[in-house]
């Protein structure tokens, strides 16, 4: 038997694993114990504060300045006993608790923890799921605007972190041909159609007072999602080129012409009861009234987003013709115009027009209503 | 220069697989083997970590050394103690169990096929004395460098190629059989 067939005899037994629930706790017990040896190092040096400890243990009064001692060491206590409670209750907590940032670094440590890539695919995507769970149950809560608030935004922003990171971990294009590449790819293209699906719609669930502060954040995470849907699904695409069976993408990329046309619907049920009118550039001179604005919101939305359903029908001509590259280009171009539309629809219009350049101060543009009436006045400055 | 926390948690992330299966295949028990495994580390940062302590250039080299001192301790325990129900309980794993579940999810003719090998194998890996089992588990499933292996027996390389040479005519011997 030469040494080789050793070797392939031996490969079986190089599957052999730990639990991947043990690796993490295990390693979270390392990390706690290296931090307690750090802190008894410190403690060791003043044995008085140790003395005040147990004195309160015997119903003395520990000394003020000896509080935060206390509240440490019968911290670690707690930790080091297992802290099954407060594990239990960081991991129910909701945003606006006080354990919730736990709830969030244990999600994290337990991610670092795990070394496969499929296993941190899954763990990404539990926790991208359990964002958007709370997320619903904070929108769908009965509480006052002004809590809401807070609670969207702390968990909006740990969403928005998932999926970058996500976002940053997918490989680029030039790695496509590795089947675990794509198995991950798969793996995040549907979880970002699903993330993009929910986040638009617990925006239109905003009471309106929330829309104008939250909306353009929940926008920015749709769209990370999206883009990271984009990227995975480029790398299946990139994959498969070679491919007789292209069903399959066909058929995600189906799915997310799909959500496209959803957030054009979204989009155009908001300018609805908006009268449309026409623009006039009379020679450099522009007028606005402040209650012309939404007039011309609405017909750069229509504008906007007629342009992308033009491309949503190309791409799916493309679909058609069996050419996905095509199609996932187009379904891009539409992406880009869709995002500018709802960024409209979502912020101040003013600023906007002043970041592109349309209106400089005290800029004067005149507009003609259906009913042919002239409104002019200054424009504000963008401070104002 | 005391290694930093953040470093140690990295090697651990590096090795704690690695470290796990050596100690599963040299006690034959998962819980045996989880708990030596985090006495290893634990062990390790406290000797990487103290100022002034010893001068480590290959860690991993540290953390074999570390492992094998621990379950040569954890024999010279075991000697001393009556055989405990986890021991009995845990004796009865096959280490097809252990196999990753998509592995299990092949038809059953193949799955007995792989377990037998499997058996087989580790069977007569079991069969071999300490020193040739261990330099077997290190350069094949570890898949250390002679030098490596070399620092960890505190051996010359030349001495270390003898041994792997050695184990592997014992093992094929015990495969023969």
């Known amino acids: ?384 | 220069m005391a290694i930093s926390e953040t470093q140690f948690l990295e090697l651990y992330d590096v090795n704690v697989a690695k470290i796990y299966r050596y100690i599963y295949f040299r006690v034959n028990s998962e819980t045996t083997a989880q708990d030596l495994t985090s006495e290893v580390f634990l062990k390790c940062w406290q000797n990487l970590s103290k100022d002034g302590g010893k001068e480590v250039k290959n860690h991993r080299a540290f953390i074999y050394q570390i492992t094998r001192n621990l379950i040569v301790d954890f024999y010279r325990q075991k000697d001393k103690l009556p055989i405990s129900l986890e021991e009995i309980a845990d004796s009865g794993n096959k280490i097809a169990d252990k196999l990753p579940i998509a592995d299990r999810n092949n038809d059953l003719q193949e799955i007995a096929s792989k377990t037998l090998d499997v058996e087989r194998i580790k069977k007569a890996l079991g069969g071999l004395n300490s020193d040739y089992q261990e330099i077997i588990i290190w350069r094949y499933l570890d898949e250390l460098e002679i030098a490596e292996i070399a620092e960890i027996m505190e051996k010359k390389e030349g001495a270390v190629r003898t041994l792997l040479s050695r184990a592997l005519a014992d093992l094929r011997e015990v495969l023969r059989q």
């Open chain 1, 1 to 384: 038997m030469e040494e080789k067939d050793i070797k392939k005899l031996l490969e079986p037994l190089k599957k052999i694993a730990p639990d991947e629930n043990w690796m993490i706790s295990c390693r979270s017990k390392l990390a706690f114990r290296m931090e307690m040896e750090r802190k008894k190092h410190i403690l060791d040096k003043d044995l008085s504060i140790l003395d005040g400890l147990f004195a309160f243990l015997g119903n003395k009064s520990p000394k003020p300045t000896l509080k935060w001692a206390y509240a440490l060491s019968i911290g670690f206590l707690v930790i080091a006993a297992g802290g099954g409670a407060t594990a239990w209750a960081a991991k129910h907590s909701l945003p606006g608790s006080a354990l919730y940032p736990m709830k969030i670094a244990l999600e994290k440590l337990r991610l670092e923890a795990s070394f496969s890539s499929e296993g941190k695919i899954k763990l990404q995507t539990e926790m991208t799921n359990a964002r958007l769970q709370e997320l619903q149950k904070v929108v769908l809560s009965s509480e006052n605007p002004e809590k809401k608030k807070g609670k969207v935004e702390q968990v909006v922003n740990e969403i928005n972190q998932q999926l970058n990171k996500a976002n940053n971990q997918l490989p680029g294009m030039g790695d496509a041909e590795s089947q675990k590449t794509v198995a991950a790819a798969k793996a995040i293209s549907e979880s970002a159609v699903k993330t993009e699906k929910m986040i638009s719609q617990m925006k239109e669930s905003l009471p309106s007072e929330l829309k104008e502060n939250l909306g353009g954040r929940l926008t920015e995470a749709a769209e990370t999602a999206d883009r990271m849907g984009t990227k995975a699904l480029g790398i299946i695409v990139r994959s498969q080129i070679q491919s007789e069976d292209s069903s399959e993408i066909s058929a995600r990329i189906m799915e997310r012409i799909e959500v496209a046309e959803e957030r054009i619907k979204v989009i155009g049920q908001k300018v609805e009861s908006v009268s449309s009118s026409t623009i006039a550039d009379n020679s450099s001179s522009v007028n606005i009234s402040a209650d012309k604005l939404p007039v011309i919101r609405a017909v750069l939305i229509k504008d906007q987003s007629e342009k992308a359903r033009e491309l949503i029908e190309q791409a799916k001509s493309s679909l058609e013709d069996n050419d996905m590259a095509q199609a996932l280009e187009t379904l891009n171009l539409a992406r880009t115009i869709i995002l500018g539309a709802e960024k409209i629809a979502d912020s101040d219009l003013v600023k906007i027009l002043f970041e592109e350049g349309v209106l400089k101060p005290d800029s004067k543009v005149n507009i003609e209503s259906n009913e042919g009436i002239n409104a002019s006045s200054t424009v504000p400055a963008a401070n104002d």
